[in-house]
């Protein structure tokens, strides 16, 4: 086993400057993924770890009708947040959902935007082909079990799913994550940060080598909007999506005033169903309505033998998800 340096950061800057002058060094948080595919799976060859567990990156501040969320806040945290419990329903169940309590209390916010792909190809290194690990080897998903794998955004090169339940909601939500250099910081919008695999599997997100996420940013949502986070999965407890989706609707007498989609377990990137939002605003909120959105929604999907019970699955939810809010 190659060794890997350890370094704890005393502050922002010290932290960017430490990785950004290393090329193969990566920052260590909660360490609940990170460190399986450094560890365990060898999936990464980090040279230096650069542990920011102990910056002052903690906490939800909100700011009239926004809030801003630190990035070494725990999944726990945020969920008992009194403010996302009363006003963004979607993303605490979303996090109750998401993990068992034990991950959830050292699992964080940033670490959660930036995790990996699940894909059993990607993490097992006696694999060769992953384009996602080894640009240009090919995708042995495509042709070998593909159930937990991804119908948008989706294609010959890579099928790997995003696995995340709250940035079903955060992308939703339009949630923007705030990223900090040696340059200073930038706001990118989380439907913006995230790349779908086109023919390089290997680049998943716009973040810069040395970049790191100090926070999230978060509109909650107006009053009279209901909303949920629905996940359809094998098991209850301590399993991935099937599918699951994230709605937020407001209903005037009948008719829906505003819509927000998201979409977990079938897409390359957490997705957000902007045609569904199109063809609900203005229609009125019962059946006919949701199944023309889920048909939008999950429209031109690319399947594999293992995912093709996925494109029916994903407008179920849809559906299910739209009922639950506008009932």
């Not at 990566?26 to 399986?36: C, V």
């Not at 569904?276 to 023309?292: I, Q």
């Not at 429209?299 to 033998?305: A, E, I, S």
Request: hydrophobic share 45%.
């Amino acid at each position: 086993m190659s060794g890997i340096e350890y370094v704890r950061a005393a502050d922002p800057a010290s932290a960017v400057a430490l990785v950004s002058e290393e090329p193969d060094a990566a920052f260590l948080a909660g360490g609940t993924t990170e460190l399986d595919l450094a560890l365990k799976d060898r999936v990464v060859h980090p040279s230096r770890l650069v542990d920011i567990g102990r910056l002052p990156l903690r906490g939800v501040t909100r700011t009239g009708d926004h809030l801003r969320i630190a990035a070494l806040t725990t999944m726990e945290e945020l969920a008992a947040d009194q403010t996302v419990g009363a006003r963004l329903p979607l993303v605490r169940e979303a996090l109750l959902a998401g993990a068992s309590t034990q991950l959830r209390n050292m699992a964080t916010i940033g670490g959660n935007v930036l995790q990996r792909t699940r894909c059993r190809y990607f993490r097992d290194p006696d694999v060769a082909a992953c384009n996602k690990r080894t640009p240009g080897s090919g995708c042995a998903a495509v042709e070998g079990v593909a159930r937990m794998h991804a119908i948008l955004g989706a294609g010959p090169s890579c099928i790997a799913l995003h696995a995340s339940d709250l940035c079903v909601p955060l992308v939703a939500l339009d949630a923007v994550v705030v990223l900090r250099d040696a340059d200073g910081s930038r706001r990118v919008p989380l439907t913006e940060f995230y790349l779908t695999p086109g023919d390089r599997p290997d680049r998943e997100t716009v973040l810069r080598h040395g970049e790191l996420l100090t926070h999230v940013e978060l509109p909650l949502l107006p009053a009279g909007t209901r909303s949920g986070y629905l996940k359809v999965r094998d098991r209850s407890s301590y399993e991935f999506a099937l599918t699951s989706a994230a709605a937020a609707v407001r209903v005037d007498d009948g008719t829906i005033a505003t819509a927000k989609l998201g979409l977990g377990g079938v897409g390359t990137v957490p997705w957000r169903a902007y045609e569904a939002e199109r063809v609900l605003v203005g229609a009125p909120a019962n059946e006919r309505t949701f199944r023309a959105a889920a048909e939008a929604a999950i429209r031109d999907p690319f399947t594999v033998p293992g995912t093709e019970f996925k494109v029916e699955l994903a407008k179920r939810t849809i559906v299910r998800i739209l009922r639950t809010v506008t009932s």
